[in-house]
């Protein structure tokens, strides 16, 4: 099966299992883990950030940062296609008792005018505005990636009126092959960073906050409320810095795939439209010819997963299982559809 439902379906390569089984380890619980802490300082370093902090998953990692910025009654501002308000479980609401503004922006992008704009005013009616979420790449945006400049004009926002501004960077790694930005801008620019090893980087597991101190410090509370603290975990970590080491400049190959991937998809006459394709990730619109559940099921006869987004909308990741002769395959089994 050539498996493209997401970039999360990765088996460990071997060099990284071996990396893994020499990790030394502790009780990360007692901050005794030197794996854990090479990881989270490392990428601290790399962003330019205070200090980091190892967890289970994403959703865990925007959940905690989420909640130590806002207090219940508060609202968070984001944008309606972002990851932490679509596919959290409503955690927002579950675990920090706040609402949320959203924007409509250019597929998950919105500027420092938008916020602007959704920002309440100093009047008991209204709840706070405190919390600014973006999502870089912007996963259901077809892996779009934002112009650190429209970033910076949005923390500056942020800053005159209080709010603190956090990035869902799962894929900020793809961002950042693409535009060849510096990490350190986005260290600068955001209060807390969310990013995970286990998409395109290639882990099994984990995700890393990376904030200042004091932000961490309170991360690491709310991380054993909600049972996220790890013990001899430093053997998944490991793989993280394997990952950091190796992975990050492949990511460019997922690309190129993804974006031959999106032309034949263009030129096929069942497509209606694909969205600009940036990283790794291709969201296609079908026409009336086909639905998406069906062509899934189509491909899957061929033993191709994709997944349905909707009625008409279908995606495919590129990742580091998928290798240019399935590429190849990809796009003969595209061609042969009888729609
Ligand atoms: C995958 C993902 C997450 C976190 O997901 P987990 O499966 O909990 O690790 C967060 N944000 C975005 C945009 C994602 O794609």
Redesign the pocket.
Known sequence: MIDLRSD?ITRPTSAMLTAMQAAQVGDDVFKEDPTIIQLETSLADRLGMEAGLYCP????T?QIAIRVHVSPGDEVICDHLS?VYNYEGGGIAANSGASVRLLNGDRGRFTAADVSANINPDDEHFPISRLVVA?NTC?KGGGSCWDLEQLKAIEAVCRQHGLAFHL?G??LFNALVRTGDNPLDFGATFDSI?I?L??GLGCPVG?VLLGSSEFIARARRVRKLMGGGMRQAGYLAAAGIYALGNNIERLAEDHRRAADLGEILANCHYVNKVLPVETNIVIFELNQSVTASDFVSRLEADDIAAIDMGINLVRMVTHLDFSDDDLEKVKQAIRRLDI
Not at 57 to 60: A, D, E, N, P, Q
């Open positions: 999360t998953s994403g959703t865990m925007n990851h999502e996963n869902d799962a894929r969310s995970c286990s998409k995700s």
